[in-house]
């Protein structure tokens, strides 16, 4: 039995946010999102820049291992693009992207995620989240030092510990998922694992056709507050032969390939003056809010979800959505026809019910636990390191740099090992800069280390080069 990914995106804004910093790529044979950060330090750049170079990996083929393998050296290149991008326009400086994706050899999916954008599985029924979050909260979950349903409204649900932002020490995840005729995968944002639970999750996707399992998600979303980026791609596993004939073919399907970057005029053409992103192929149909009152209500009662019952619209409502798919497939919808009528009202409300009490927990956690909190982010703080200059020698520093209200938050790591004797002179210019600029890691101690361990090689490197060049031979380029 031969079977193949047919792919559904969609991309958007949110109700907040006025920019949207999400790209990805979607084929019959690659699934990508990318949730980039840094505001004004250009997180649609990262993401987009990531977006432009792992969509070559678009039907690779070979073993599993070598697939992963692939992928591994795809986001290291990536990542030193970022490192060079950011040398050349320090403006971009504490730019960074999740990436979660997959690519389908026909059998399994091969993985590659870092971030907190998430994969999941949905077959015969029940949801299996395949990635795990690269997170502060993630890491608290882990320890046992809170509950999952906490993290999502945990003052630091943001702070993420790895991410491709250009940095050396990249440490993301690799590995595969099986997958069958009949399963449905999911790859998102955190504008939708960050606002709205597994189990909510789950009952949107339960729906057979997965237009309308987009649709309840994003409904969702928007119900939960749409405070980020909402970026979601489903791809129904199927098998060839069980195509409908009506457009369906192996063929056509190819027709689904897209890249998608939901703004592309906002990015600077300085920076990426190559840019070939198109947009068409992006699910622009509005949400049903009765279908999600369905989901809801039968959430709140217990009741088991038929997908084929609880889920699917009336026929007159069917009809009505198709006329709102077809027209909406091509273009976003206005802020006008966005607030017009009843149905749109529900769409973008930004504070339920639900929502104004969880934001009321909030305010009363944040009045009532100032002394937590800060207590949190001490741990936090005591918790990072970075590579930076002193006395003309690369060291370790552990905090955070800078300071906060004048108080300075970090200090020389103290190791009974010593200090790097690496001097910055015996580095290249590029190397020098991003020291002395500060090389924020993560992993901790150990991800610090194996930084240095990079610059020390590079040291020796650079050593042995002005040992060999003779004494009457120009100045390299490179400070070596």
């Known amino acids: 039995m031969t079977i193949t990914l047919r792919p559904l995106a969609h991309s958007e804004i949110g109700l907040v946010r006025k920019t949207n910093q999400d790209s990805g790529f979607v084929s019959t044979t690659m699934l990508l999102v990318a949730d980039g950060m840094g505001g004004a330090a250009a997180g649609d750049v990262a993401s987009a820049v990531a977006v432009r170079e792992l969509r070559r990996l678009n039907n690779t083929s070979g073993t599993g291992e070598e697939i992963l393998d692939t992928w591994r050296e795809a986001l290291e290149s990536v990542n030193l693009d970022m490192a060079n991008l950011i040398i050349?326009?320090?403006?971009?400086?504490?730019?960074?992207?999740?990436?979660?994706?997959?690519?389908?050899?026909?059998?399994?999916?091969?993985?590659?995620?870092?971030?907190?954008?998430?994969?999941?599985?949905?077959?015969?029924?029940?949801?299996?989240?395949?990635?795990?979050?690269?997170?502060y909260v993630q890491s608290l979950v882990d320890e046992g030092k809170i509950e999952a349903s906490e993290a999502m409204i945990h003052p630091h649900r943001s702070l993420l510990l790895k991410v491709l932002n250009g940095q050396p020490s990249l440490q993301p995840d690799f590995f595969s998922v099986e997958v069958k005729a009949g399963d449905r995968v999911m790859f998102c944002s955190d504008g939708l694992c960050g606002l709205v639970t597994d189990e909510d999750i789950a009952l949107g996707l339960a729906a057979e056709d997965p237009g309308v399992a987009l649709h309840n998600l994003i409904g969702l979303a928007h119900d939960a507050g749409g405070t980020d980026n909402i970026t979601i791609v489903i791809a129904d596993v199927v098998e060839i032969k069980a195509l409908p004939s009506s457009g369906d073919s192996p063929e056509n399907?190819?027709?689904?390939?897209?890249?998608?970057?939901?703004?592309?005029?906002?990015?600077?053409?300085?920076?990426?003056?190559?840019?070939?992103?198109?947009?068409?192929?992006?699910?622009?149909?509005?949400?049903?809010?009765?279908?999600?009152?369905?989901?809801?209500?039968?959430?709140?009662?217990?009741?088991?979800?038929?997908?084929?019952?609880?889920?699917?619209?009336?026929?007159?409502?069917?009809?009505?959505n198709s006329d709102a798919s077809a027209s909406s497939s091509?273009?976003?919808?206005?802020p006008a026809e966005a607030?017009?009528?009843?149905?749109?009202s529900f769409r973008y409300s930004l504070l339920s019910k639900k929502r104004r009490w969880i934001q009321l927990f909030i305010t009363l956690l944040i009045l009532g636990g100032l002394g937590a909190a800060a207590w949190g982010v001490r741990t936090y703080v005591f918790n990072q390191y970075y590579i930076g200059e002193s006395g003309g020698k690369v060291a370790i520093y552990q905090g955070l740099p800078g300071d906060i209200a004048g108080i300075q938050t970090s200090?020389?790591?103290?190791?009974?090992?010593?200090?790097?004797?690496?001097?910055?002179?015996?580095?290249?210019?590029?190397?020098?800069?991003?020291?002395?600029?500060?090389?924020?890691?993560?992993?901790?101690?150990?991800?610090?280390?194996?930084?240095?361990?990079q610059l020390e090689e590079e040291s020796k490197k650079c050593q042995e080069r002005r040992h060999s060049r003779l004494p009457d031979a120009p100045a390299p380029l490179d400070g070596c």
């Open 88 to 135: 050349a326009n320090p403006r971009l400086d504490g730019m960074g992207t999740t990436i979660c994706g997959g690519i389908f050899d026909g059998e399994n999916l091969h993985i590659a995620h870092i971030g907190d954008s998430r994969g999941y599985l949905y077959s015969q029924g029940a949801l299996t989240q395949f990635t795990h979050d690269h997170s």
């Open 253 to 320: 399907l190819g027709d689904h390939t897209i890249t998608f970057i939901a703004d592309p005029d906002t990015l600077d053409q300085e920076i990426l003056p190559v840019m070939e992103f198109k947009t068409s192929g992006l699910l622009g149909a509005a949400c049903d809010p009765k279908i999600i009152s369905r989901v809801k209500a039968a959430k709140k009662t217990g009741q088991k979800l038929n997908p084929k019952l609880a889920l699917k619209p009336s026929a007159k409502e069917s009809s009505k």
């Open 330 to 334: 091509t273009r976003e919808l206005s």
């Open 339 to 344: 607030t017009s009528g009843e149905t749109e």
């Open 411 to 453: 200090w020389l790591y103290e190791d009974p090992t010593p200090q790097p004797s690496i001097k910055l002179t015996d580095l290249t210019f590029n190397s020098r800069d991003r020291v002395k600029s500060h090389i924020i890691t993560t992993g901790g101690i150990d991800g610090a280390r194996a930084t240095v361990k």
